[in-house]
């Protein structure tokens, strides 16, 4: 079975741009979680998806959004970026409903200039 | 705020030896617990998963729970160089709530 896949994996874009980030799960997975990773903060919950629902939210700006396709594929976006929202972005899926057992993707490294 | 607290580290040990690495979390309504290893540059990797109180091995790993202390733990048996990496604890929240809580990691250096 193939793994979650994320594109792009590295990104560079300037403040104030917006971006978009692109995760496939698993195949038969239907949960999707988004985390921030930074050397500071850890792995941060951004939000988890399921069935094209999202079902929690972490403690971030609106300016960070996502949705679920019916394919169980995600995106993410950050709109009018800050340097501090350079990180490593991951996304992980799960076969269960209840979320548990996340297998993680690559991740897509921000740099936000 | 629902937390979960690992020791930074760095944990050294030296090859053959066990690796122990302990996790403590708050929410006591937490039925899931799972331990992830990340190498440097590299996205977690699931490692271990443990839902009931006691041991569960798997190979060179054993997963301990004690959900009266809310404590979790890992150790790694005839520890290796290449287990060198952060091992992190993660909590699923009890509930409808869906969401994993990370722990900082614990960074674990085996020395041959």
């Known amino acids: 079975k193939a793994g979650v896949t994320q594109t792009p994996r590295y990104l560079i874009k300037t403040r104030g741009q917006q971006v978009t980030l692109s995760c496939s799960p698993i195949s038969g997975h239907r949960s999707v979680s988004w985390y921030q990773q930074t050397p500071g903060q850890g792995l941060q919950f951004l939000f988890e998806y399921f069935s094209e629902t999202q079902r929690n939210k972490g403690n971030f700006p609106g300016r960070f959004s996502g949705r679920q396709f019916s394919n169980s594929r995600s995106e993410m976006n950050v709109s009018t970026l800050e340097l501090g929202d350079s990180a490593l972005y991951l996304c992980a899926s799960s076969w269960s409903g209840t979320g548990g057992e996340q297998y993680f993707g690559p991740g897509t490294r921000l740099t936000v200039t | 705020q629902k937390e979960v607290e690992q020791n930074s580290g760095p944990l050294s040990v030296p090859e053959g030896a066990i690796a122990s690495l302990n996790c403590t979390y708050s929410d006591r309504g937490s039925q899931s617990f799972f331990w992830y290893r990340q190498y440097s540059g590299k996205s977690p990797e699931l490692i271990m998963s443990?839902?009931?109180?006691g041991d569960k091995e798997d190979g060179r790993f054993t997963a301990q729970l004690n959900k009266a202390s809310q404590y979790v733990s890992l150790l790694i048996r005839d520890s290796q160089p290449s287990d060198s990496a952060t091992y992190l604890c993660a909590v699923l929240s009890g509930g409808s709530n869906y969401k994993l809580t990370f722990g900082k990691g614990t960074l674990l250096t085996v020395n041959p």
């Open positions: 443990i839902y009931s109180n």
